[in-house]
């Protein structure tokens, strides 16, 4: 799918829908997200032969953020084609160590389960920051730093036509979520300065709920940028109501359960923001983290 001249929609297939990846098509070839580990041989390369293309020409992959989805065919890519990777400075060390993003959960909220994210590992040539200016040939690629998601979470912004490449960093209200595994305060913070900026394309990582589209135009960007932040205070409203409720305080697997509303971790942090409120109560009962009212 073809979003603006010469920048291109790939649908990496993912579960039961796909994971995005942007392609900018010039003299070289920019890819922004290089989705699951088979995803280059699968949709990626196959997609750049349809344009008469060769993955050869890869001279930089850029990564909204480095969770295994988005991240897992740099590597390869990497391998193929000798080109650079860009990620921001927040995700070199989960590029380089895959198992990092659980063992930190695991330290936050000790007993959740935990599911392997394990891809191919791969070193960052470029570690960019907010508000730089990517080597994307013929075009002003910024860097927009939207955390919350994940600490590295980013928009890379297509200044001329006002396009976001939002990656997860954009969360609507997709299948129970917001998905949230860094902070939900920093997501809200991420979404308000994304609604102080005139945007008229996301490319969203996913087809995410509430318009179950990978690419939003006009009003709908703004909309979907709302709808997420009235995910995320409604999600906090239930939490809190919930432990209200509860005669005893409640790890975070009972709220879980008993909200059945939200993946674990982003239970998680809701309950770390509501803390930080003062609307909830920390305790710890040997190695197990309560919460109540």
């Known amino acids: 799918m073809e979003i603006v001249d010469g920048i291109f929609l790939i649908k990496n297939p993912h579960r039961h829908y796909f994971v995005s990846s942007c392609l900018f098509v010039g003299d070289s070839l920019t890819l922004v997200d290089a989705g699951r580990e088979e995803s280059p041989e699968d949709s990626i390369y196959p997609y750049i ?3 008469g293309r060769d993955p050869s020409e890869i001279s930089l992959v850029i990564l909204t953020h480095a969770h295994w989805d988005h991240c ?37 909220f ?11 590992t791969v070193d960052a040539d470029i570690d960019f920051l907010d508000g730089d200016v990517l ?14 998601h994940s600490p590295c979470s980013c928009c890379i912004v297509e200044e001329k036509n006002r396009i976001v490449i939002a990656g997860d960093a954009i969360q ?29 394309v ?12 990978a690419v939003l135009r006009g009003e709908e960007t703004s909309m979907h940028i709302r709808e997420s932040l009235s995910a995320v205070e409604e999600l906090k409203n239930l939490v809190r109501g919930t432990l209200k ?23 998680g942090c809701v309950l770390e923001s509501l803390v930080v409120q003062g609307a909830v109560q920390r305790l710890k009962l040997g190695n197990e983290q309560l919460w109540a009212v």
Do not use: W
């Open 202 to 213: 996301i490319v969203s990582g996913h087809p995410f709920p509430p318009s179950e589209k």
């Open 49 to 51: 032969y349809r344009l």
């Open 72 to 108: 897992a065919g740099a590597a390869k890519i990497k391998r193929d084609s000798g080109c650079k990777v860009a990620v921001h400075r927040n995700g070199m060390a989960y590029l380089k160590d895959p198992d990092l993003l659980n063992r930190e959960r695991a330290e936050r």
């Open 245 to 267: 409720k509860s005669s005893k305080p409640m790890n975070v697997m009972q709220v879980h359960r008993a909200i059945s509303a939200a993946p674990l971790f982003t239970i």
């Open 110 to 120: 000790p007993g959740v389960p935990l599911k392997s994210m394990e891809f191919e």
């Open 172 to 200: 609507g209200r997709g299948e129970g979520r917001p998905l949230i595994f860094h902070s939900v305060d920093a997501y809200v913070d991420s979404m308000r300065r994304l609604l102080d900026i005139t945007i008229e």
């Open 135 to 148: 080597p994307v040939q013929g075009r002003k690629v910024r860097v927009l730093h939207t955390p919350g």
